[in-house]
């Protein structure tokens, strides 16, 4: 039901608290380094503080230089199900990317997708829509 789902997004997106969700492994081609660059910008310029977000990472604990971060580790479908639910915004920060299925995870869960224009991430989220091209590294 369109009119449903729309309903459900809008309920996340007015939420009072930020909870980012991050899925991924530690690995440079993940983009742990932009995630820690945009959640640093984020915090020094965004008009809502930044004291009601929380970045939740699922997966290896890698090295982030800002506060309000829980991590998680390795969790079981269920888990990681249930975390996706508690949270609004998933953000994949990936240099390199094929049909990541975190993506549809949190489609599925109605977050609002920040992604970068990599793999099929676009065809996904239809042109343009949450996306970003990156610029060199």
């Keep these: 039901?369109?009119?449903?789902?729309?309903?459900?997004?809008?309920?996340?997106?007015?939420n009072k608290k930020l909870k980012i969700l991050f899925v991924s492994r530690n690995d440079p081609f993940k983009g742990t380094d932009l995630?820690?660059?945009?959640?640093?910008?984020?915090?020094?310029?965004?008009?809502?503080?930044?004291?009601?977000?929380?970045?939740?990472?699922i997966g290896q604990k890698s090295r982030l230089n800002i506060p309000n971060v829980k991590f998680f580790?390795?969790?079981?479908f269920k888990e990681t199900e249930k975390i996706y639910k508690e949270?609004?915004?998933f953000a994949s920060?990936?240099?390199?990317?094929?049909?990541?299925?975190?993506?549809?995870?949190?489609?599925?869960?109605?977050?609002?997708?920040?992604?970068?224009?990599?793999?099929?991430?676009?065809?996904?989220l239809k042109k343009n829509q949450f996306l970003f091209s990156l610029c060199s590294r």
């Design 1 to 14: 039901n369109p009119l449903k789902e729309r309903i459900v997004w809008e309920k996340k997106k007015i």
């Design 35 to 57: 995630l820690n660059k945009f959640l640093n910008y984020f915090r020094l310029n965004s008009e809502r503080k930044y004291s009601n977000t929380t970045v939740y990472i």
């Design 73 to 76: 580790g390795t969790l079981s």
């Design 87 to 89: 949270t609004n915004i």
């Design 93 to 124: 920060f990936s240099y390199l990317e094929n049909t990541p299925n975190v993506l549809f995870e949190a489609l599925e869960a109605h977050n609002i997708p920040l992604v970068t224009k990599v793999g099929d991430c676009e065809t996904i």
